[in-house]
């Protein structure tokens, strides 16, 4: 897959937020090679739509461009 098709897989993980299937997100996330901020934001907003608030602020301190 190239680097430009990577902020696609931003979709499916703001779907699976709405929807309440966090769990299915971070499947997904965890199997992933390569993670951009649009990715790590859409998963993000998912943990935090879905009351997961330790795994948003881990997550979000796992952010490269914040070390």
């Not at 499916?12 to 937020?17: A, D, K, R």
């Not at 769990?23 to 907003?45: L, P």
């Amino acid at each position: 897959m190239g680097d430009s098709l990577i902020p696609m897989w931003g979709l499916p993980f703001y779907m699976y937020g709405i929807c309440g299937y966090i769990d299915s997100a971070r499947k997904v996330f965890d199997r992933m090679r390569h993670w951009d901020v649009v990715t790590r934001n859409a998963m993000i907003k998912g943990f935090m739509q879905n009351g997961s608030v330790d795994e948003a602020a881990v997550l979000f301190g796992r952010m490269s461009c914040f070390r």
